[in-house]
């Protein structure tokens, strides 16, 4: 099929998205999903939604980051498929229209990425050049990547999941299963403590260390 008909196939309604807000109230979680028109952006900001993604393929549409912008929510725009000047031309917008109320998201667009075309130190380019705060959206098949863009201060991990690798869809290569999403969490989870604060400084325990080997 094409894509657009696989897109038609796979798309959701206003009953299911009912649905899917109704069950993350309930939870509580937070949900949102990527706007690729519009109509479609109006049809989400009737929700609560907590920010608005705008996708790569998106990330140069004018009207799309104006309205986006102008909605108050907090926006994750996705630089996949940018040169910088095209990302100049985003940030511009989002400057413009969003107040700085923005993250950028440093991703390949390549499903799954292969480890030669990640480059993830594009995160510190990317905070360098726009002094702003950075994510990090995953396309590859493991957790290392997703983990060392944490670890060179990406705030936001976005990575797709799925229930099997063997399920339909163009995506489920590219995503993590739940049991690795859990492992992807608590490995984030402990960055912060392992990085520190870059402070030199003898712990108690280490002291004890030093006495029972130096002896002062």
């Known amino acids: ?9 796979i798309e959701f309604g206003k009953d299911e998205y009912d649905y899917i807000d109704k069950y993350c109230i309930e ?3 937070l949900w949102t999903a990527s706007a690729w028109d519009i109509p479609s952006l109006e049809f989400l900001l009737s929700y609560d939604i907590p920010f608005i993604k705008i996708a790569s393929a998106l990330n140069q549409d004018n009207e799309m980051i104006k309205m986006a912008g102008q909605s108050g929510k907090p926006i994750l725009l996705s630089t996949g498929m940018s040169t910088l000047e095209d990302i100049d031309h985003s940030v511009e917008l989002l400057e413009k229209y969003a107040d700085g109320n923005y ?3 440093h991703t390949n667009s390549v499903y799954p990425t292969p480890y030669t075309q990640l480059n993830i130190r594009m995160v510190q380019t990317l905070k360098e050049r726009y002094h702003c705060l950075v994510g990090y959206s995953g396309h590859e098949e493991n957790l290392e990547p997703s983990v ?6 990406a705030k936001v991990i976005e990575r797709h999941v799925t229930l099997s690798h063997d399920m339909w ?7 993590l299963e739940i049991h690795a999403m859990d492992l992807l969490h608590k490995r984030i989870d402990n960055i912060e403590e392992m990085l520190g604060d870059g402070i030199k400084r003898l712990s108690e325990e280490e002291m004890e260390k030093r006495m029972s080997l130096r002896g002062n």
Do not use: C, H, W
Request: charged letters at 25%; zero cysteines.
């Open 1 to 9: 099929m094409t894509y657009l008909e696989y897109k038609k196939r």
């Open 148 to 153: 060392i863009a944490a670890a060179m201060g």
């Open 103 to 105: 993250i950028l998201m």
């Open 27 to 29: 939870k509580p979680i």
């Open 169 to 175: 869809g163009s995506d489920q290569k590219a995503s």
